[in-house]
């Protein structure tokens, strides 16, 4: 597929996506929302990637929310299927990932772009960020899971009060609150979290993809996360990198996953 909105490009085992309406402010319009859901599903049916770098050209936004000219005459029903279609085929499908999902949030993310980046497994933001969800200044709320995802990372009251209030939040607001997880001047935001993507990269890819689903259980309405983690932990006995992992413990060198 030729991608039209977004930059795509595997380098060492990593596929780094870029956002790339930097005029628009990277913001979500129909196509956009079509082409991360089909590069997702290429990142997850991929072998040869272990894992995704997301974040938007520019240093001005990640994400400066949806293209509201889309949606502004929807009806209630328009509206009800719009949602439902962003959440299931992108941001559920980025959670649901098997491959680590690192958002690098390098300007605004707001709005869409920010529940875009809380479907990510881990966030990184450059110290300049701002990050909100004023969907409530539209007569709107969040359509992408923000309202769930949001109450998940910072908990209710926190939620409550960024969503009701509209406000914007700085990037080390954010860490506080545990929104990201690391803030860095701009210019090292792409270091950092290729660093972090490093250090994953070292671990076995299917003991990462089985806690993922671990983990996403443990917020899960619909799974018992303790369960889910017992059947995943079982089944790392039977993989390829379980029986490297602890011969490469027992002969004291290091180990060489293959993923399987």
Avoid: W
């Avoid at 990277?26 to 196509?31: D, P, Q, S, T, Y």
């Avoid at 605004?108 to 409530?136: K, N, Q, S, T, Y």
């Avoid at 660093?195 to 689903?213: D, H, N, T, V």
């Avoid at 303790?226 to 060198?253: P, Q």
């Amino acid at each position: 597929m030729v991608y039209q909105h977004i930059l795509s490009e595997l380098r060492a085992e990593v596929l780094y996506v870029t956002i790339n309406r930097e005029r628009k402010l990277n913001a979500l319009n129909k196509e956009t929302l079509s082409e991360l859901a089909h590069v997702i599903a290429y990142a997850e049916s991929t072998a040869a990637v272990k894992a995704v770098l997301l974040t938007g050209a520019g240093e001005k936004a990640f994400v400066a929310g949806a293209d509201i000219t889309e949606f502004a005459a929807f009806s209630a029903a328009e509206g009800e299927a719009l949602a439902r279609e962003g959440q299931h085929n992108v941001f559920d499908a980025i959670e649901r990932c098997p491959k680590p999902v690192v958002a690098a949030i390098n300007g605004f993310a707001l709005g869409g772009g920010l529940e875009l980046a809380m479907a990510c497994h881990i966030r990184l933001a450059a110290d300049h960020a701002r990050l909100g969800l004023p969907e409530v200044s539209l007569g709107l709320i969040p359509g992408y899971g923000g309202t769930q995802r949001l109450t998940q990372l910072v908990g209710k009251g926190h939620a409550m009060e960024l969503i009701t209030t509209a406000e914007m939040i700085s990037a080390e607001r954010a860490a506080e609150i545990g929104l990201v997880n690391h803030v860095v001047p701009i210019g090292e935001l792409q270091s950092k979290a290729g660093e972090l993507i490093e250090k994953i990269k070292l671990r076995s890819p299917s003991a990462i993809s089985y806690a993922i689903k671990a983990i996403n259980a443990a917020v899960s309405h619909e799974e018992n996360g303790f369960e889910t983690e017992i059947s995943a932990f079982g089944a790392c006995f039977g993989t390829v990198d379980f029986k490297e992992g602890t011969t490469a413990f027992l002969e004291k060198r290091k180990p060489n996953f293959s993923g399987q």
